[in-house]
């Protein structure tokens, strides 16, 4: 049998708050950080960003690709050429007034994107001009030597070069691999 007090508790509960609906009847409109227009009940996550704060156009962003520098083997193969520099001295604003020392690839946090189609041989030539140790760890690409954990390239002018055969077909992100590795990715790399 349901008590009394049961039923009063219950009844002050909905008393005190709002219905789900009720609390998210109101619709607000806010662009993104990508530029696109959004109409949400709920909270906005990302205020900083609105019109007049957007000052790029999104869709040359997510559409500016490097395709490398190309060029055909002997064998019909595609090749793919590419130059990433690491540097560890950057000074970035990452929100209105808020400066980070950031560690870059190609001046850009994240890193360039890499395009290329699966099977071609993709050629990096990694140059480090930062003052730390730094290498290029490619997820989704095979060859032990070519991955990026174990060959720290030095810094200050140090250099390799990382090729692969494109494969499997994916999105693979790159960092640097270099331990302590939180320190590296917090940074940009």
């Known amino acids: 049998m349901i008590s009394l007090l049961s039923i009063v508790i219950g009844l002050s509960i909905i008393a005190l708050f709002p219905t789900f609906s009720d609390a998210q009847s109101e619709q607000k409109t806010f662009v993104t950080h990508t530029g696109a227009v959004v109409k949400t009940s709920g909270e906005v996550l990302d205020p900083l960003?609105?019109?007049?704060?957007?000052?790029?156009?999104?869709?040359?962003?997510?559409?500016?690709?490097?395709?490398?520098?190309?060029?055909?083997?002997?064998?019909?193969?595609?090749?793919?050429?590419?130059t990433i520099i690491a540097e560890d001295d950057g000074i970035q604003?990452?929100?209105?007034?808020?400066?980070?020392?950031?560690?870059?690839?190609?001046?850009?946090?994240?890193?360039?994107?890499?395009?290329?189609?699966?099977?071609?041989?993709?050629?990096?030539?990694?140059?480090?001009?930062?003052?730390?140790?730094?290498?290029?760890?490619?997820?989704?690409?095979?060859?032990?030597?070519?991955?990026?954990?174990?060959?720290p390239v030095g810094g200050n002018g140090g250099q390799f070069i990382y090729e692969f055969e494109a494969g499997p077909v994916g999105v693979h992100p790159y960092h640097c691999h270099v331990m302590p590795l939180e320190e590296h990715i917090v940074h940009g790399l």
């Open 49 to 82: 960003y609105t019109e007049s704060t957007v000052d790029f156009d999104p869709d040359e962003f997510l559409r500016n690709f490097e395709y490398g520098r190309v060029s055909i083997s002997e064998s019909g193969q595609t090749i793919r050429d590419y």
């Open 93 to 151: 604003e990452i929100s209105p007034g808020i400066f980070y020392n950031v560690w870059t690839f190609n001046g850009t946090v994240p890193g360039p994107t890499i395009r290329a189609t699966e099977g071609d041989l993709v050629r990096v030539h990694f140059i480090n001009n930062g003052a730390k140790e730094h290498t290029i760890h490619f997820h989704g690409i095979h060859p032990a030597g070519m991955d990026g954990v174990f060959e």
